[in-house]
C-alpha cells in the first residue's frame, strides 16, 4: 500500500486534532487510500517541537519550518500555525512540489489567499483548506437532500456560529485578537465556518451587507506562546494591551441564485458553547441542523401529510454519508474527530487518485473575498459586492 510522508506545521490544539485524523484514517477507510507517514513536526522552539513529535507520533522534530519544505522525503506539508503564515509557508511549500493542506482561514485577507491560490495552481499540486465541519454526516445529508431536490428551489439560508470562550474580558490576548497575526476576529475565526457551509449547501454568495463590533476593547497580554483559548484567566493587576479584532459579526447574505439568508457568530454568547446551526428553508421543505446535537438533522417536506406535518429527526448512520466508514449503528456519536478524519482520507484520496478536493484553495479565496466584502460593507454601512 502506497505511503505518504507528512510534515506538519504547529503543535498546538489543531496538530492534535491533525495528528488523530492521520493516525485514524486507516482505521476508519480500510483499505485506505494510502497511508500517511508522521514524519517530522515543527514548533517554534525546539523543546516545544521535541513533545508534539513524543505525544503525536512524528518520527522527528524541528523548529524551522523550512525543514519540512525542502526535505525531498516529504509528500504533505500541513499547515496549522497562526494565520499570519500560512501565506509564506504555502507558497514555498508549492513551489517545493508538495501537496499542502492549511487550517482556516486560508490567510488574512483575499490578496494573501490568492497569492497561496496561484502558487498551488502553477505548481500543479493538490491543496485543501481545512473547514472540517462540512464533512459533519449531517451536513453531507443535508446536501444530498438539496442535491435530490428534496426541498425544491433554496429560498433561504441561516446559519450561526456561537461561543463563549472569549466573553470573559480577563481571557488572555492570544493572537487571535491581534489583526497583525489573525487578520480578523470571530469572522475569520468562527464566521467563515458558517459562511463554507452556506457555499457548500446554498451556492455562491454574491453580495453581503456586514455589521463587526469589538465588546472588549483590551485584554490582558498573554504569556507562552500556547493559544489558551479563553481557559486561563488573569488575575490581580495585569498589563493589557488594546484588542483591534472583531467580537462579532452579522451579515445579511445574496446567493447567485437569487436565495437571501443571514450569517451571525460571535465568541461573546455566554452559555454557548459550539454552536453551529443552519436552517435551509426551500419552496418544497426545510432543513435545520445544530452542531451541538451533530448526529441530528431536522427536516420538514412540504409534501408530508398534513397530520404529520412538521420538524421530525433523521439520525446519521451507516445509511448515510461516511457512515460505513464511520460507525455501523445510526445516533452512535460522530466527533469532532471523526470530521478531521474524513477530512483526511478525502486529501489523501485526491492525491492518490489525482482528483479535485474540497473546499480547495479556491474556495479559501472566495471566502476570503467574502470575508474582504463584510469588513468592508461594515465600514461603509452599505451592501457589497464579491469581485
Given at each position: 500500500m502506497r505511503k505518504l510522508n507528512v510534515a506538519m506545521i504547529g503543535g498546538g490544539f489543531m496538530g492534535k486534532a491533525h495528528s488523530i485524523a492521520y493516525a485514524g484514517m486507516p482505521m476508519f477507510f480500510w483499505p485506505a487510500p494510502a497511508i500517511p507517514e508522521r514524519k517530522l513536526v515543527v514548533d517554534v522552539n525546539d523543546d516545544l517541537a521535541r513533545t508534539a513529535a513524543a505525544r503525536y507520533g512524528f518520527e522527528s522534530y524541528s523548529s524551522d519550518w523550512r525543514r519540512a519544505v525542502e526535505d525531498p522525503l516529504i509528500d504533505i506539508v500541513d499547515i496549522v500555525t497562526p494565520n499570519d503564515s500560512h501565506a509564506e509557508i504555502a507558497i514555498a511549500a508549492a513551489r517545493a512540489g508538495k501537496h499542502i493542506i492549511c487550517e482556516k482561514p486560508l490567510a488574512r485577507t483575499a490578496e494573501e489567499s490568492k497569492r497561496m491560490l496561484d502558487a498551488v495552481t502553477e505548481a500543479g499540486v493538490k491543496h485543501m483548506v481545512a473547514f472540517n465541519y462540512r464533512r459533519t454526516p449531517a451536513i453531507a445529508l443535508a446536501k444530498k437532500y438539496i442535491e435530490e431536490g428534496a426541498i425544491g428551489n433554496i429560498l433561504n439560508f441561516r446559519g450561526t456560529y456561537l461561543q463563549d470562550w472569549s466573553a470573559d474580558p480577563s481571557s488572555p490576548l492570544s493572537w487571535r485578537f491581534r489583526k497583525d497575526v489573525a487578520g480578523s476576529g470571530a469572522l475569520g475565526d468562527i464566521a467563515t465556518h458558517v459562511i463554507d457551509i452556506a457555499r457548500y449547501l446554498s451556492g455562491e454568495i454574491t453580495e453581503v451587507m456586514g455589521m463587526t463590533t469589538t465588546w472588549i476593547k483590551e485584554r490582558p497580554v498573554q504569556s507562552g506562546g500556547l493559544d489558551k483559548l479563553g481557559t486561563v484567566k488573569a488575575a490581580g493587576d495585569v498589563k493589557k494591551e488594546p484588542v483591534d479584532v472583531?467580537?462579532?459579526?452579522?451579515?445579511?447574505?445574496?446567493?447567485?441564485?437569487?436565495?437571501?439568508?443571514?450569517?451571525?457568530?460571535?465568541?461573546?454568547a455566554w452559555g454557548r458553547n459550539n454552536f453551529i446551526t443552519f436552517e435551509i428553508h426551500g419552496d418544497l421543505g426545510s432543513i435545520f441542523f445544530n452542531y451541538e446535537r451533530r448526529d441530528e438533522l431536522q427536516v420538514c417536506f412540504s409534501n408530508d401529510p398534513g397530520d404529520r406535518r412538521g420538524f421530525r429527526t433523521v439520525y446519521t448512520g451507516p445509511a448515510h454519508p461516511y457512515g460505513e466508514a464511520l460507525w455501523p449503528i445510526p445516533a452512535l456519536g460522530i466527533g469532532y474527530t471523526e470530521t478531521k478524519i474524513v477530512e483526511a482520507h478525502d486529501f489523501i484520496s485526491s492525491i492518490v487518485h489525482?482528483?479535485?478536493?474540497?473546499?480547495n484553495f479556491y474556495d479559501g479565496y472566495r471566502i476570503a473575498l467574502i470575508s474582504d466584502a463584510i469588513v468592508k460593507s461594515s465600514e461603509t454601512g452599505r451592501w457589497t459586492k464579491i469581485v
Amino acid at each position: 500500500m502506497r505511503k505518504l510522508n507528512v510534515a506538519m506545521i504547529g503543535g498546538g490544539f489543531m496538530g492534535k486534532a491533525h495528528s488523530i485524523a492521520y493516525a485514524g484514517m486507516p482505521m476508519f477507510f480500510w483499505p485506505a487510500p494510502a497511508i500517511p507517514e508522521r514524519k517530522l513536526v515543527v514548533d517554534v522552539n525546539d523543546d516545544l517541537a521535541r513533545t508534539a513529535a513524543a505525544r503525536y507520533g512524528f518520527e522527528s522534530y524541528s523548529s524551522d519550518w523550512r525543514r519540512a519544505v525542502e526535505d525531498p522525503l516529504i509528500d504533505i506539508v500541513d499547515i496549522v500555525t497562526p494565520n499570519d503564515s500560512h501565506a509564506e509557508i504555502a507558497i514555498a511549500a508549492a513551489r517545493a512540489g508538495k501537496h499542502i493542506i492549511c487550517e482556516k482561514p486560508l490567510a488574512r485577507t483575499a490578496e494573501e489567499s490568492k497569492r497561496m491560490l496561484d502558487a498551488v495552481t502553477e505548481a500543479g499540486v493538490k491543496h485543501m483548506v481545512a473547514f472540517n465541519y462540512r464533512r459533519t454526516p449531517a451536513i453531507a445529508l443535508a446536501k444530498k437532500y438539496i442535491e435530490e431536490g428534496a426541498i425544491g428551489n433554496i429560498l433561504n439560508f441561516r446559519g450561526t456560529y456561537l461561543q463563549d470562550w472569549s466573553a470573559d474580558p480577563s481571557s488572555p490576548l492570544s493572537w487571535r485578537f491581534r489583526k497583525d497575526v489573525a487578520g480578523s476576529g470571530a469572522l475569520g475565526d468562527i464566521a467563515t465556518h458558517v459562511i463554507d457551509i452556506a457555499r457548500y449547501l446554498s451556492g455562491e454568495i454574491t453580495e453581503v451587507m456586514g455589521m463587526t463590533t469589538t465588546w472588549i476593547k483590551e485584554r490582558p497580554v498573554q504569556s507562552g506562546g500556547l493559544d489558551k483559548l479563553g481557559t486561563v484567566k488573569a488575575a490581580g493587576d495585569v498589563k493589557k494591551e488594546p484588542v483591534d479584532v472583531d467580537d462579532e459579526v452579522s451579515t445579511l447574505i445574496r446567493f447567485e441564485s437569487g436565495a437571501v439568508g443571514s450569517i451571525e457568530a460571535t465568541r461573546n454568547a455566554w452559555g454557548r458553547n459550539n454552536f453551529i446551526t443552519f436552517e435551509i428553508h426551500g419552496d418544497l421543505g426545510s432543513i435545520f441542523f445544530n452542531y451541538e446535537r451533530r448526529d441530528e438533522l431536522q427536516v420538514c417536506f412540504s409534501n408530508d401529510p398534513g397530520d404529520r406535518r412538521g420538524f421530525r429527526t433523521v439520525y446519521t448512520g451507516p445509511a448515510h454519508p461516511y457512515g460505513e466508514a464511520l460507525w455501523p449503528i445510526p445516533a452512535l456519536g460522530i466527533g469532532y474527530t471523526e470530521t478531521k478524519i474524513v477530512e483526511a482520507h478525502d486529501f489523501i484520496s485526491s492525491i492518490v487518485h489525482d482528483t479535485e478536493v474540497s473546499p480547495n484553495f479556491y474556495d479559501g479565496y472566495r471566502i476570503a473575498l467574502i470575508s474582504d466584502a463584510i469588513v468592508k460593507s461594515s465600514e461603509t454601512g452599505r451592501w457589497t459586492k464579491i469581485v
